[in-house]
């Protein structure tokens, strides 16, 4: 199963099922969380027993939800995969499926398109990070990718033994120490391009350092300047830790990145909101724009929940019932419209962030909208 490229994501995304609907499975297969078969067994009929039932009947939905069925069941290597995703349309001879090392949330969507949402959202989540650990001797450059390290090359360069031994008054001292700098220079010069090549080879979009002080500042100039635009900190780990503490370390950084991320996208919510322009926020305001089919991108604040009400035959949301605003039919009370809100997002194509502690969305009301029009 090959990892996904930005390209793959965005052809599936303009794939569509004109002889038959496309089937995207996300499959939850999270050992944490599903420790034995039998209940990974039962996630997966629940979910495919739902899924027939809207089938209505297609025949090539019902193989695709067949084959997706074989696949699990053929056995799944669990030890490095969390979550599945597979795109299907038997008609159109689609079959995508991609394993992730992070897991999903569990739904089958039957549409005309491939439903990309919540995949595009897992790689914002986890954008490629470059690490480069180095000390006067060692230079390591390591790449994670969806919370996994790939050790990407090694760099050890002797340099003279004892050479911070000798003593100060010796003339021959200076002459000795000029040496030593000028080979670091030269060490930190040559990881810098070892970086490089990672980089060229792998594209990242953020890189951090892990280096004593002296070490980082010499090494940050050496940098290639498409490396210098992607710096995003520095991590206090050594060339010679393990692959856990550069893990930790790293994803304690990625964290940081996507609260910046977040917090600059409610910084755009809110400049919208002020200016009455292309912005709804509330969950009134939402689920009308999410009804009326303008929501670009939703903003949720994690853990945000509220009950409401779902037109069983529109399949509007509303805050409030019992009366459809959109048909006028009765509604049904839901326990979570906030997660249905998701969900339709997620079907419709919009993105879709659930932002971790930030004030500012609260204040909005928790959840908001970037409208299209
Ligand atoms: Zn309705």
């Not at 390591?142 to 090694?154: A, P």
Request: one cysteine or more; a negative charge; glycine letters at 8%.
């Amino acid at each position: 199963m090959a990892a996904i490229t930005d390209e793959a994501i965005r052809e599936l995304a303009a794939f569509r099922g004109q002889q038959a609907p496309v089937t995207t499975c996300y499959l939850d297969v999270d050992g944490r969380r599903l420790a034995r078969p039998q209940e990974l067994d039962q996630e997966l009929d629940r979910l495919l027993r739902d899924a027939r039932a809207r089938a209505g009947g297609n025949g090539s939905v019902l193989a695709d939800l067949k084959r997706v069925e074989a696949l699990v069941r053929d056995g799944i290597d669990r030890s490095r995969t969390r979550g599945i995703v597979v795109f299907a349309c038997q008609a159109h001879d689609l079959w995508e499926v991609v394993a992730l090392p992070v897991p999903v949330h569990s739904r089958v969507v039957i549409n005309s398109a491939p439903a990309v949402g919540q995949l595009e959202a897992i790689l914002q989540d986890h954008p490629r990070i470059g690490v480069l650990l180095a000390d006067k001797q060692r230079a390591r450059m390591l790449v994670v990718d969806l919370g996994e390290l790939t050790d990407r090359s090694e760099l050890l360069e002797e340099l003279p033994r004892d050479y911070d031994s000798r003593g100060h008054s010796d003339q021959g001292y200076d002459r000795e120490q000029h040496h030593v700098s000028e080979l670091t220079q030269q060490h930190l010069r040559h990881a810098a391009s070892v970086a490089f090549q990672v980089f060229q080879d792998t594209p990242f979009e953020h890189l951090v350092l892990g280096a004593p002080d002296p070490v980082a500042a010499e090494l940050e100039s050496c940098l290639h300047p498409y490396l210098k635009q992607r710096l995003a900190g520095r991590i206090a780990v050594n060339a010679s830790a393990s692959p856990a503490e550069v893990r930790d370390a790293v994803l304690a950084v990625e964290g940081d990145i996507e609260r910046r991320r977040e917090a600059e996208v409610v910084r755009r919510l809110r400049d919208a909101v002020g200016t009455g322009q292309r912005a709804a926020a509330g969950l009134d305001a939402v689920l009308t724009a999410l009804r009326e089919q303008r929501v670009e991108r939703l903003l949720v604040s994690a853990g945000f929940s509220e009950t409401g009400w779902h037109c069983g035959s529109c399949g509007a949301l509303a805050a409030l019932g019992r009366t459809c605003p959109g048909c006028g039919a009765e509604m049904a009370h839901v326990d979570d419209v906030v997660e249905d809100a998701i969900e339709e997002a997620l079907a419709r194509g919009c993105k879709v962030e659930i932002c971790v502690d930030n004030a500012d969305l609260d204040v909005l009301g928790r959840i908001g909208a970037l409208l299209r029009f």
